[in-house]
């Protein structure tokens, strides 16, 4: 082996081994993962607190992972990852009370939150600038693909099992992850020298910083996450935590900017290139994971569909981002990524607003290629946006710049939940007043109705007075339905309105040379 290839493998994360494999290991426990989400998503928790622990614990580890990284070790720190959250995850599924099941929630969210930063640093230091467009690619199956079967498998659970075995099923997953992880994975020396160094003085611990993470973060997630339930700031209690976390927030930054070791490197946010693919991967966030969050609550509440045919409904959108994968990567490669972005977000925007032309004769095929338009665009997204993050970065940034483009995109999907949820309760209510107004007992149309379904009803054999009062009823139910329908337009319309808006930012990216472990080769 030559002196080059000698240093490069000394700079891998592969450590000579199929690189890869690696890509395909490292994603095994983020589909899982994915998967926890999906079958939630459906609506069998048994608390709202359940999903809210998950969300909370999970934004507190993130940003500060990369620190974690570089403490530890990414090996080991990814392990002990894998083994936390396979262990919460069997803790969960064996849960026999509310109190327990939230419990391990916690410490499954403190497994979770580890695992995307350090498998997108893993990558990063496994793979050259020049492959890694397609490393990205395969780990971005699990991020992106297995949401959209996540409904469909957690619906599929759901309906034939009970909810123990959302969690179960990540098991033997976690189980294979970690033999395989075990074998493959080799720190790089750069790594472990620069590890070495930097604690022959001791650990130090930004324990300020680190509080100060845990409150901004952990508030704004349950402020996000019960806000329409508590009526906003209307309550004390969101506004108590909106509070904290912004006080938070607005002491974090100079403490960090003023560390020479902080806990969250925010100076990566202040870069051109670095902030500007947060932005964006904030918007692409909260659009994704808002439209799936919501189209299997649409096709649940509005038309019916039980939680397996709302997945159902969804899957050929992720089959054909499974193809497009490979395009998108190669053509990473070759284009700017800021035109692939560009491109992305029109694609995104038309898809969202062909959403509102949804009409209460919209059937299975309707709903199935909407979702197909949508993940046409979402290829060229997540790629271009996760390599353009790394281009120019050092590598002992990568850890770090892994963790804050992974908490852009679950804090823009918190963010996209939280106002997609509040938008649709607050626009039906609106929707409702306004179409009651035109079903007064004076108006023409609404005598015709009522009279066409007492007629209706009497023809089924009820009594005049009872054919009367079911017509009253469904002609409110059907108010009701057309209200709620009206405000999932209203949603779609916004998101289309975020991606549109998004397209101008991608003009600010440049295409660097993408940097991380690119520089340890």
């Given at each position: 082996m030559s002196a080059a290839a000698e240093a490069a493998g000394s700079c891998s994360a592969a450590g000579g081994r199929n690189p890869w494999l690696i890509a395909g290991v490292v994603s095994i426990a983020n589909i899982s993962l994915r998967h926890i989400a999906g079958g939630l998503a459906a609506g069998q928790d048994e608390s709202t607190w359940v999903l809210t622990s998950y969300l909370v614990a999970n934004a507190v580890v993130l940003p500060i992972s990369g620190w974690l990284q570089g403490v530890v070790?990414?090996?080991?720190?990814?392990?002990?990852?894998?083994?936390?959250?396979?262990?919460?995850?069997?803790?969960?599924g064996l849960s026999t009370s509310l109190e327990m099941l939230i419990f391990f929630r916690v410490l499954q969210g403190l497994g979770g939150g580890g695992l995307a930063p350090s498998e997108q640093s893993i990558l990063a230091d496994s793979f050259p600038p020049e492959k890694r467009a397609q490393a990205f690619g395969i780990y971005a199956i699990a991020v992106i693909v297995a949401p959209t079967f996540g409904p469909t498998v957690g619906g599929w659970i759901t309906d034939s099992f009970s909810w123990h075995w959302i969690f179960l099923i990540n098991v033997p997953m976690g189980i294979a992850s970690l033999f395989l992880v075990q074998w493959l994975l080799v720190e790089p020396e750069v790594l472990k020298r620069e590890r070495r160094e930097a604690l022959a003085g001791g650990v130090k611990v930004d324990w300020i910083g680190l509080l100060l993470v845990a409150l901004w973060l952990g508030c704004l997630e349950v402020m996000l996450d019960k806000g329409q339930r508590e009526d906003w700031f209307d309550s004390a209690f969101i506004t108590a935590f909106a509070g904290i976390s912004f006080v938070s927030l607005a002491l974090l930054v100079p403490w960090e900017l003023s560390r020479r070791d902080p806990i969250v490197d925010i100076r990566l946010v202040l870069r051109r290139q670095f902030g500007t693919t947060c932005l964006v991967m904030l918007a692409v966030g909260a659009i994704l994971?808002?439209?799936?969050?919501?189209?299997?609550?649409?096709?649940?509440e509005q038309y019916g569909y039980t939680a397996t045919w709302a997945g159902l409904a969804l899957m050929p959108g992720g089959l054909v981002m499974f193809v497009l994968m490979p395009i998108s990567s190669r053509l990473t490669n070759l284009v700017s990524p800021k035109y692939l972005i560009m491109g992305g977000l029109t694609v995104v925007a038309l898809a969202m607003w062909h959403f509102t032309t949804l009409s209460p004769e919209a059937d299975f095929t309707y709903f199935a290629w909407s979702r197909v338009f949508q993940m046409i665009g979402l290829p060229f997204l997540f790629?271009?946006?996760?390599?353009?993050?790394?281009a120019d970065l050092p590598p002992d940034k990568t850890?770090?710049?892994?963790?804050l483009i992974n908490v852009a995109r679950n804090l823009g999907g918190s963010i996209g939940v939280s106002l997609s949820t509040t938008l649709l309760a607050q626009n039906a209510q609106l929707h409702q007043t306004h179409l009651a107004g035109h079903a007064s007992p004076s108006a023409l149309t609404y005598q015709l109705g009522l009279d066409q379904a007492t007629g209706h009803f009497l023809a089924q054999g009820a009594a005049e007075a009872t054919a009367r009062q079911q017509a009253f009823d469904w002609i409110g139910q059907l108010v009701e339905d057309q209200a709620s329908l009206l405000s999932y337009i209203d949603v779609f319309q916004a998101l289309a309105i975020v991606a549109l808006l998004m397209i101008p930012a991608a003009l600010l990216l440049r295409r660097g040379r993408s940097g991380g472990a690119a520089a340890h080769g």
């Open positions: 070790g990414r090996k080991r720190f990814y392990m002990i990852c894998v083994a936390l959250f396979s262990l919460a995850s069997l803790m969960c994971y808002s439209s799936t969050q919501i189209l299997p609550q649409l096709l649940q790629l271009p946006i996760t390599t353009a993050s790394y850890g770090q710049a892994a963790a």
